[in-house]
């Protein structure tokens, strides 16, 4: 159950050749979303946009191509996508919304969908929710430190980040790649990630992420019916090329081995709020 | 030998008020107390100290029917005291929220009206709530009205009840060509329904004048050529939006504005001695209760010239249109004629709106400490907020909200109806008592109020 419910899992990646361009992975998010526009199963979609700072994203209610494709790639530092999930459906007037998010956001999203406090009229506007897998995110001070100090690059000639084989990987414009341990960036992480209990997703129509496929593939579950539905129509469109996850290295196996130890670790974490942190009191815990 | 009737609570209506009401030996009113028994909560009051941001959203919350109305008239007496001139761009989408408004708030309160009213040619009362035609689609057709109205103000204002999008200086966001596509999409689609509903609301009102009689709790009540007529004046700003200090030519004059207190305006203490248990539902006040309208009043009672002056719908066609028709259903008629006013009003703002230009004013100045004052004309009627901002914090605030003006005129309107059909000539007011009850101003002199607002 680490992985959550699924109809299907796969490794994808897009048809189109632009998407993959500047995409983190296999491009799954933009290209179903770009495929979801043109099908009119969408009006926009919610995504981390760029801004004015580099690597630091920008929520933004997206509707043409060109701004879905200025959403591409990871940035590995919080966006409050869901601070437009009212306004998307006010001043933007849309009816069919895509929303992106990680595994926090998506929870935020199902929860403002059954427990709509002082979100009227959001509910029944959601078209697709696309999650993305989640180990932990960082502030973006954090970035800052990361790139600049540890890896002693600027962050404005910095073309990709990505964190994978047990390292935080940095790739400049002019060719340079500069690795960092993964046990060094464990204190810039943001404290509040240590309570999550979701690493892919569990409660999106389709989740998506790049462990379990090789480089340039995406591992793609299809959960809900509306997920599976959305899935089927852009395979018949052609937007996707797939292969059974069975077929890829180093596949499920790695994926439902990283989901285990999030979990564990972080409920470990939440009980031990209940005796660690103070004498004879516990710290809140969300989930009881 | 005149007896005491009261009527407590009072329905169909927003908020909690009574009637408390003189009648002769035939039960016709000698002299009728309407007033608000919803406790004050002293919105003006709380308000002073906090920020010229923050009030408004607190004035807001005094009615969830109107909010809008207050929502605006708050905000644009805090830019009519410091000074801002707040875009092109900004009135059109304030003006497409007011209308939106004022077409969910007219449906709604045909809801609240429909059951006094006969279908046309018949003996039976309309009930709302039957699923049988023709009322069933007469519902339905009132729901899609209040759907288009609150859909467009939730995409123009923010939100359909208590609007985000207003701010001290114009709005926080512009629409999307998409969101004005959604909003013109919607009037289009309101405007024949509405047109549809004003002829058959209007053709049901007519009915109810040309009868001789209403059933009240399984009585014959006659109904009276003159149900509701009253010799006060009207007062409004203006036939659709509003009016303030900041205007070359204002709609709205506060040198004419005093305001006294319930003591010197009801009824002092009375005894009730006539009692029905019959009437619909529950009956009245018990015989040997006491009612003391001076002391009960939750109301400041606003006057203008020295007198209670109607204020919504009639008075607006009365003041711009030349509209002549008295009583409570003269009332009701020309509630009804403001629908299409509405949808063309939106269509139009919709149309001149500019997707990509500003809507907040370059420079927002912190005020000085003058009066400024912005009258809003709000479903029920003028909405007059007054406002004193230094450095960005309110130091007066006053509203005279619609029903409180109406209060006083409407009990003057119950002279000469039969008691049962007090309700009815009420109901025709639209009273919204929540806005109606606030703080009220000790001014008796007339001469040291204007003084006041002209400091």
Redesign the interface.
């Known amino acids: 159950m680490v992985l959550g419910n699924y109809k299907q899992v796969i490794a994808a990646r897009s048809t189109d050749a632009e998407i993959l361009r500047g995409s983190q992975d296999g491009g799954i998010v933009t290209q179903l979303f770009a495929y979801a526009l043109d099908a009119g199963i969408i ?2 979609a919610i995504v981390a946009g760029p801004s004015d700072e580099p690597f630091k994203p920008e929520p933004m209610v997206a ?1 043409t191509r060109e701004e879905l494709l200025a959403s591409r790639g990871t940035r590995y530092s919080i966006s409050p996508n869901m601070s437009l999930i009212k ?1 998307v ?7 069919k919304v895509g929303v992106v998010g990680t595994p926090c956001q998506i929870q935020a999203l199902r929860k403002g969908q059954l427990y709509p406090v002082g979100l ?2 959001v509910p029944d506007k959601i078209a697709l929710a696309i999650g993305i897998f989640c180990m932990e995110n960082f502030p973006y001070q954090s970035i800052i430190q990361l790139v600049e100090d540890h890896g002693a690059t600027a962050l404005e000639n910095v073309s990709k980040l990505d964190i994978g084989k047990g390292k935080f990987w940095i790739y400049t414009e002019r060719g340079a790649t500069v690795q960092i341990p993964l046990k060094v960036t464990h204190k810039y992480e943001q404290p509040g990630c240590h309570v999550c209990l979701d690493y892919v997703s569990n409660l999106a129509d389709i989740s998506t992420g790049s462990v379990g496929t090789p480089d340039g593939w995406s591992t793609v579950f299809v959960r809900s019916a509306n997920g599976d539905d959305i899935w089927a129509k852009a395979i018949a469109a052609g937007a996707f090329e797939t292969k059974p996850i069975d077929s890829v290295k180093p596949g499920i196996e790695l994926v439902t081995k990283l989901a285990t130890e999030k979990i564990t670790k972080n409920q470990q974490y939440i009980e031990d709020r209940k005796t660690k942190f103070t004498v004879g009191k516990e710290l809140r815990n969300p989930y009881i | 030998m005149s007896k005491v009737v009261e009527i407590s609570p009072t329905t169909r209506h927003e908020g909690h008020s009574k009637l408390v009401l003189k009648v002769n030996d035939d039960g016709i009113v000698e002299r009728g107390d309407w007033l608000s028994i919803t406790p004050v909560r002293g919105i003006e009051k709380l308000a002073i100290g906090k920020t010229m941001e923050q009030v408004p959203k607190i004035a807001s919350r005094v009615c969830g029917i109107c909010p809008i109305a207050h929502t605006l008239a708050a905000t644009e007496a805090m830019e009519a005291s410091i000074g801002c001139e707040i875009p092109e761009d900004a009135y059109l989408l304030r003006m497409m929220l007011q209308c939106a408004n004022r077409i969910h708030s007219h449906a709604l309160h045909n809801i609240l009206t429909l059951p006094d009213m006969y279908l046309p040619g018949t003996d039976s009362k309309i009930n709302p709530f039957t699923p049988e035609e023709p009322v069933r689609s007469v519902a339905k057709r009132i729901q899609t009205l209040r759907m288009v109205g609150q859909t467009i103000g939730e995409i123009v204002g923010g939100e359909a009840i208590h609007p985000s999008n207003p701010r001290v200086g114009g709005m926080y966001k512009n629409l999307t060509p998409r969101a004005r596509a959604k909003v013109l999409d919607l009037a289009k689609m309101g405007l024949p329904l509405a047109r549809e509903h004003m002829e058959f609301m209007i053709a049901i009102l007519r009915n109810y004048q040309k009868r001789d009689w209403a059933e009240v709790g399984g009585k014959e009540i006659p109904i009276p050529k003159d149900l509701g007529y009253h010799n006060q004046g009207y007062m409004a700003a203006d036939p659709v939006y509003g009016s303030s200090s900041l205007d070359e030519i204002p709609g709205w004059f506060p040198e004419r504005w005093t305001e006294v207190r319930p003591w010197d305006w009801y009824m002092g203490e009375e005894e009730i001695t006539l009692e029905d248990p019959s009437y619909p539902v529950g009956g009245t006040t018990k015989a040997g209760t006491k009612a003391w309208p001076q002391m009960e009043a939750c109301t400041g009672v606003p006057l203008y010239d020295g007198q209670p002056v109607e204020v919504g719908p009639r008075a607006r066609l009365v003041q711009f249109k030349n509209y002549d028709e008295k009583g409570a259903i003269g009332l009701q008629i020309a509630r009804q004629m403001e629908y299409m006013d509405c949808f063309y009003k939106i269509i139009e703002a919709a149309d001149a709106l500019d997707c990509s230009a500003p809507v907040i004013a370059d420079e927002i100045p912190q005020g000085d400490g003058s009066i400024g004052w912005a009258a809003n004309e709000a479903p029920r009627g003028c909405d007059v907020h007054l406002a004193k901002v230094r450095n960005g914090k309110v130091e007066y605030f006053s509203m005279l909200v619609p029903t409180t003006w109406n209060f006083p005129t409407c009990s003057r309107a119950l002279v000469g109806a039969p008691w049962q059909l007090t309700e009815v000539i009420m109901r025709a007011y639209d009273p919204c008592v929540s806005c109606a009850t606030h703080m009220i101003v000790l001014d008796e002199d007339k001469r040291l109020v204007a003084e006041k607002l002209l400091e």
């Open positions: 009006d926009g509707t306004e459906t006010r001043s933007y007037g849309l009816d009227r009229d």
